[in-house]
Structures are given as C-alpha cells and as structure tokens.
C-alpha cells in the first residue's frame, strides 16, 4: 500500500490547480520542480519550491 507522504500544490499563477502527492521526499521535488519547468516555463530550485511542500 502507497502512502502519500508529501503534497505539493501548484500557487505559481492563480487558475493553476495542479496538486501532486508523493510517498518520497526527493520525487515531490523534482515533479515540482517539472511541473514549474514544463507548465510555466520557470527554472526553480529545491530551495524556491520548500515552502509549497508539505509533509503530511
């Protein structure tokens, strides 16, 4: 059984309502940080998406 960990929701522009869960801290990263690069075009680092990850 999964157990979803780790949460990350999208604030980068208002009418984004991307919400990604994961079990492991270093995949919720990288899909926020692809998320950022392939939806947005933002190049992020770990540091800029911390405060929109949130354990659970």
């Known amino acids: 059984m999964v ?3 780790y949460r990350f929701e999208c604030r980068d522009v208002a009418d984004c309502d991307v919400v990604v869960y994961s ?14 690069k392939d939806v947005h ?16």
């Open 23 to 36: 079990e492991f801290e270093g995949s919720i990263y990288e899909a926020a940080r692809s998320h950022l």
């Open 41 to 56: 075009g933002r190049d992020v680092t770990d540091d800029d998406v911390a405060p929109y990850i949130e354990e659970l």
């Open 3 to 5: 157990t979803e960990r």
